[in-house]
């Protein structure tokens, strides 16, 4: 009765007391071992010579990704509104030894024979990476001159266990893309739709075993979702213009609460050789088991 007469006098005065609830992880798990990215990337024998690979990269005016080729072959990104962080080249390949050592230890040291889905893959950095640590993989987007990259992308490394479709997240079904799958990636998209906890449902419904997120975060302590409208003014933004819900840290916690996921464990930043939003708390990503 006093909890409630001082939680009622609180109120009148603008405040409120609010019990936070546990955060759910993981078992403790000792620090994987380091997985490093496939880099520079490995080219197909008497494929495409370095003036053809320059001619069909130059096809495609935008790329979200740099890309670097065994022989010294390279192209840097190209944006038409980049965001502060998105040009570095070093950037995905920090996110990689960031989250992927844990993806990879999870799935018993190995992603061969494994069976993952790329989702909103752009032009397939994370596919063409999976396929080349032995996964079959599964990529989309909703822009088809993102997935023409992406199959350029695996005509020149050679690859023939990567898959890319063009397809909307919202159609995404076990029917559409042929089953389930052991790990699903959902990379760089949950902030760019209105609805993230429909989102994760329909994601949970294509895995197996598990799901790794990775999102930027609105800077609150509050349990928000942050409302802003977003047009597709670049590939790196939504693919529609509407509104974009961005979570919170302590968002996404209930939203995988809600969601009733098995476990999960936030992925510690454990050194400073990583992007500075991931250093920030503006951005960081959950090893989901589920």
Not at 44 to 56: G, K, P, V, Y
Not at 155 to 183: C, H, Q, R, Y
Not at 231 to 253: C, F, K, N, Q, Y
């Amino acid at each position: 009765m006093i909890k409630l007469m001082v939680r009622r006098a609180l109120r009148l005065l603008g405040y409120d007391i609010l019990k936070i609830p546990p955060r759910k992880r993981i078992s403790p798990v000792h620090e994987p071992p380091a997985v490093p990215p496939v880099w520079p990337l490995p080219r197909r024998a008497q494929m495409l010579t370095n003036e053809d690979i320059r001619n069909e990269f130059a096809r495609h005016p935008f790329w979200h990704y740099a890309y670097q080729f065994d022989g010294g072959l390279s192209f840097q990104t190209s944006h038409s509104n980049p965001g502060l962080d998105t040009d570095d080249p070093m950037r995905p390949l920090q996110r990689f030894r960031h989250f992927m050592p844990y993806l990879v230890q999870s799935q018993g040291g190995t992603l061969k024979g494994k069976r993952i889905l790329d989702i909103a893959c752009n032009s397939g950095f994370w596919s063409i990476q999976c396929a080349l640590l032995g996964a079959d993989v599964v990529g989309f987007d909703a822009r088809p001159e993102l997935i023409e990259e992406a199959n350029l992308l695996k005509s020149i490394t050679g690859i023939n266990n990567a898959e890319f479709k063009v397809l909307d997240f919202w159609k995404m079904s076990l029917e559409t893309l042929g089953g389930k799958f052991d790990v699903v990636l959902n990379l760089g998209f949950l902030y760019h739709v209105p609805k993230p906890l429909e989102a994760l449902e329909l994601t949970k419904t294509m895995a197996r075993s598990h799901i790794l997120l990775d999102t930027a975060l609105y800077p609150s302590d509050e349990f928000a979702l942050y409302l802003k409208w977003e047009e597709p003014t670049d590939i790196r933004m939504a693919a529609h213009a509407g509104v974009v819900a961005l979570p919170t840290r302590s968002s996404i916690e209930l939203l995988l609460r809600h969601v009733k996921f098995n476990d999960w464990l936030q992925i510690p930043v454990r050194t400073k050789e990583l992007p500075v939003d991931y250093l920030t708390g503006r951005r960081a990503s959950w090893l989901i088991e589920v």
